[in-house]
């Protein structure tokens, strides 16, 4: 398996356009997860899925975010309108069992809004 | 905030040497891993203790857990330029199943 995948590696854009990331997880993996760091605020959980049902998104900063698990083997992470805030490097990670076993992290989607 | 704290958030220390960082939590847990990330790259798993576990190990590493005090330490013996990265601990809280990181310690090894 080639791991997690994320795309694009970088994006740039300005402030108030649409920007959707993609992450697709390893193969047979039960857990999404994304995460969002900041060298102010770490690494954040922003949501999780189980079996493609969103089970936590209490850490979704505000509406303009949202995100999809359509099927087992895609998800995706928008955000609407960026601001310059959201600038930061997004993780998308899978797992297993989730917590119970260990989190395969992809390589990242760096994020500028000018 | 649910997230852990570690310390010392940066650590300079000579090839050959031990680097020992910390990582204290909040709530009770069902077990606790830690990773690694490297500049510009994604987190590596390193190792997972259960909370009932005490003590771990995995080649050049150590982990320790102590559940009274709600903290754990990662050893790394016999230090390597290579092993220069940031290191973070990650919770599992108990009924959950997600990961919950700590601040991170950022490790320089002198070659």
């Known amino acids: 398996d080639a791991g997690v995948i994320q795309s694009p590696r970088h994006e740039v854009t300005e402030m108030g356009q649409e920007v959707t990331l993609r992450c697709k997880p390893i193969s047979g993996h039960d857990y999404l997860f994304w995460y969002r760091q900041t060298m102010m605020r770490g690494l954040e959980l922003l949501i999780y899925?189980?079996?493609?049902?969103?089970?936590?998104d209490s850490g979704m900063p505000e509406d303009r975010f949202s995100a999809k698990m359509p099927n087992a083997s895609f998800s995706t992470l928008k955000i609407q309108p960026s601001e310059p805030r959201d600038s930061a490097v997004y993780f998308c990670?899978?797992?297993?069992?989730?917590?119970?076993?260990?989190?395969?992290f992809g390589q990242g989607t760096r994020l500028t809004v000018v | 905030s649910q997230q852990g704290e570690e310390d010392p958030q940066a650590l300079s220390i000579q090839e050959g040497e031990n680097a020992t960082m910390n990582c204290s939590y909040k709530?009770?847990?069902?077990?606790l891993q830690w990773y690694r990330q490297n500049s510009g790259r994604g987190l590596v798993h390193l190792i997972l203790?259960?909370?009932?576990?005490r003590e771990k190990h995995s080649g050049r590493l150590r982990v320790t857990l102590d559940t009274s005090k709600k903290s754990s330490s990662l050893l790394i013996t016999a230090s390597r330029a290579a092993d220069t990265a940031s290191y973070f601990c990650a919770t599992v809280p108990l009924l959950s199943y997600k990961y919950i990181f700590g601040t991170g310690t950022r490790l320089k090894v002198l070659a």
């Open positions: 709530t009770s847990i069902n077990n």
């Open positions: 990670a899978s797992s297993l069992t989730g917590g119970r076993t260990e989190a395969f």
């Open positions: 899925f189980n079996n493609n049902v969103p089970i936590d």
């Open positions: 203790i259960r909370s009932n576990e």
